[in-house]
């Protein structure tokens, strides 16, 4: 079983960053991909970002490439989502997620442990 805890979250203007965070513990994965998910009311889950774990792979959703960085700690079982040049757009509630997702690494139904998320507002 992995438990993933998501911090970082917050309110923010146009223009401005967070640094997301997702700590992973229990038995925590040596393989596969850690990824960053963000759901806005009224709308589907959607894959931000990914990173295979161990490695050096990064995926990242057309429109964030250039504005997020997804980063890893192996040391503290962390993966991190840096967003920067935030949009109104970007506003929703972010999940990371665990799983072996495949060449499929934005496809929500294919990780299998998930955090509670932590919401970011961006206002213009």
């Known amino acids: 079983q992995v438990q993933l805890v998501e911090s970082g979250g917050g309110s923010v203007q146009a223009g401005g960053s967070l640094r997301l965070s997702c700590a992973a513990f229990?038995?925590?994965?040596?393989?596969?991909?850690m990824g960053w998910f963000r759901q806005a009311p009224g709308k589907e889950r959607e894959g931000v970002a990914a990173?295979?774990?161990?490695?050096?792979?990064?995926y990242y959703a057309d429109s964030v490439k250039g504005r997020f960085t997804i980063s890893q700690d192996n040391a503290k079982n962390t993966v991190y989502l840096q967003t920067n040049s935030l949009k109104p757009e970007d506003t929703a509630m972010y999940y990371c997620a665990a799983g072996r997702p495949g060449g499929s690494w934005y496809n929500p139904s294919r990780y299998k442990y998930w955090g509670q998320g932590t919401q970011v507002t961006v206002s213009s």
């Open positions: 229990g038995n925590t994965y040596s393989s596969g991909f």
């Open positions: 990173i295979y774990i161990g490695g050096s792979s990064t």
